[in-house]
């Protein structure tokens, strides 16, 4: 069973920036996804950025594209999401999952299959 945490949410004010972490408690699997997903309130979770293990590809959704980062650290345990430039939208808490052994690495930026869900990390950007 993967354990991932979360953790780096804050409050901001917009144009900020914020980097999140989440830890994960596994080694052994070269090939997955890593993906940030939040989920603002009263709405739906949604998949923000996407990182393939195998070829190091990302993905991201329009509305974070240019201004978020996903990234993997060197001893592959850990994946960040740096956010800059902050907006009032991006309120939100925010969770990472993961895909394991996907069928092909562009799986990864469905943003569907992921699992083993953090308990996530709040992030709220005023104006």
């Known amino acids: 069973q993967v354990r991932l945490v979360e953790s780096g949410g804050d409050s901001v004010q917009a144009g900020g920036s914020l980097r999140l972490s989440c830890a994960a408690s596994?080694?052994?699997?070269?090939?997955?996804?890593m993906g940030w997903f939040r989920q603002p309130p009263g709405k739906e979770r949604e998949g923000v950025a996407a990182?393939?293990?195998?070829?190091?590809?990302?993905w991201y959704s329009d509305s974070v594209k240019g201004r978020f980062t996903i990234s993997q650290d060197n001893n592959k345990k850990t994946v960040y999401l740096q956010m800059n430039s902050l907006k009032p939208e991006d309120t939100a808490m925010y969770y990472c999952?993961?895909?394991?052994?996907?069928?092909?690495?562009?799986?990864?930026?469905?943003?569907?299959?992921?699992?083993?869900w953090g308990q996530g990390t709040q992030v709220t950007v005023s104006s």
């Open positions: 999952g993961v895909l394991v052994d996907p069928r092909i690495g562009s799986q990864c930026g469905t943003f569907r299959g992921y699992a083993n």
């Open positions: 596994w080694y052994a699997y070269t090939r997955k996804c």
């Open positions: 990182f393939f293990s195998g070829t190091g590809s990302t």
